[in-house]
């Protein structure tokens, strides 16, 4: 083990020095990557503020009278009305963004509401997810006018406001801000997690792999007394290493995002403040060493069989979508971490730091979730050392 140590200490030092490893593992997760946490965060606050605070512009076609309509609408505030000449134009206008909404009131509106009747009211709009706050708001204002009429209808019947109502719902959610906000980015952090992880594992493995061999120093490690698995055992620990300081930092990076964007609402910083208090970052990462464990015997088994840097590089490329993959089925809200998701790995890693983070993590699931991936990364340092001992494996050149 002490010559294994001697290995691991020469290959740290040797990957400390190398630019990539450190702008993937030290400056992408602590400058880069909290740049993007406030610039996204501060970008979609201020778009959803500037889509909940500019006036609509909306037009209105009374076909055939339902002239209160027009002018409730023109005296908020919150509303610039528009004129247009027919049906037509105001279609053209909605597609060159001139218009919000065309408001187009039926024929026979107003005698059905004289009638007790429901007057139809067509809402025309170009509906992307850009402008899916204004519409929200368009719609909120039409029910607005719709509580005026009834309001209205009720007085003239001598009813009470509350005569239609049969029950009254109040919705109790017990679920805490923690799990709420967990369940919503809970399955995107382990994705970024990952990532990085995976990320910071690569650029070592391949180095301390193909590199050596193609610069021709492999040679003059093996024939040092040190044995091949001590060897093979020193860069593997660097690699795991290296993996999990990425992924530790770019905890580190997010929380510092955070911090220094003021935008975000108190109630939503405290619950997710809470999200990542010690204990459960602590079980986060203690999730992410098998994982790198994992991460580092797969590349390493394949830059060894890589006969240059580029050609390592060309193997690992497909390896990003295999180990991704999974990543990203974990964000989807519907999945949950159960027997069977446990049971997958990458997957399971996703599913059950999403559960830690809100705060229900079944510790059977848990337990279930180490067993497997210790058991993948055993596997994986496994088939890592039967590759590196074959002669064939290490001595071949590009």
Not at 128 to 143: G, H, K, P, S, W
């Amino acid at each position: 083990m002490s010559t294994a140590l001697i290995v691991f200490k020469k290959e740290l030092i040797e990957t400390l020095r190398d630019r990539r490893t450190l702008v993937t593992m030290v400056a992408i997760p602590l400058l880069v990557f909290p740049l993007l946490v406030g610039g996204m965060a501060r970008f979609t606050v201020t778009r959803i503020r500037t889509a909940q605070e500019r006036t609509l512009r909306v037009a209105v076609m009374p076909q055939g009278g339902a002239d209160d309509f027009a002018k409730w609408l023109a005296q908020r505030a919150d509303v610039t009305p528009c004129a247009v000449g027919d049906f037509d134009d105001g279609m053209q206008r909605i597609e060159r963004g001139e218009l919000d909404a065309l408001v187009v009131i039926a024929n026979d509106f107003e005698e059905r509401i004289r009638t007790l009747s429901a007057g139809q009211v067509d809402l025309y709009y170009r509906a992307t997810e850009r402008r899916a706050a204004e519409v929200t708001r368009m719609l909120a204002i039409l029910d607005e006018y719709g509580d005026t009429l009834r309001a209205a209808r009720f007085a003239r019947l001598g009813l009470g406001p509350t005569v239609h109502q049969t029950i009254v719902v109040q919705e109790h959610n017990i679920a805490t801000p923690r799990a709420k906000i967990a369940e919503t980015i809970g399955g995107f952090l382990p994705y970024l997690f990952i990532i990085f992880c995976f990320t910071g594992c690569m650029y070592p493995a391949i180095d301390l792999a193909a590199g050596e061999k193609e610069r021709g120093t492999l040679e003059t490690l093996l024939t040092t007394p040190a044995g091949r698995f001590e060897i093979l055992l020193g860069k593997f620990l660097v690699v795991v290493m290296v993996g999990l300081v990425a992924a530790g930092l770019s905890m580190v990076g997010l929380y510092i995002g955070l911090q220094q964007f003021r935008g975000l609402p108190p109630e939503f910083m405290r619950a997710l403040l809470v999200i990542v208090e010690p204990h459960a970052i602590l079980i986060v990462l203690s999730l992410l060493v098998p994982l790198a464990v994992f991460f580092a015997g797969l590349l390493l088994s394949v830059s060894i069989v890589a006969r240059s840097y580029k050609e390592a590089q060309s193997y690992v490329s497909p390896l990003l979508m295999v180990v991704f993959l999974p990543g990203i089925i974990g964000t989807l809200p519907v999945l949950q971490l159960n027997l069977v998701t446990a049971m997958i790995p990458v997957l399971n890693v996703t599913l059950a730091t999403k559960a830690v983070l809100a705060g229900r993590a079944s510790p059977v699931l848990l337990t279930t979730v180490y067993a497997v991936m210790a058991a993948i990364a055993m596997g994986s340092l496994w088939l890592c050392a039967k590759i590196f001992g074959k002669e064939s494996s290490i001595f071949q050149r590009a």
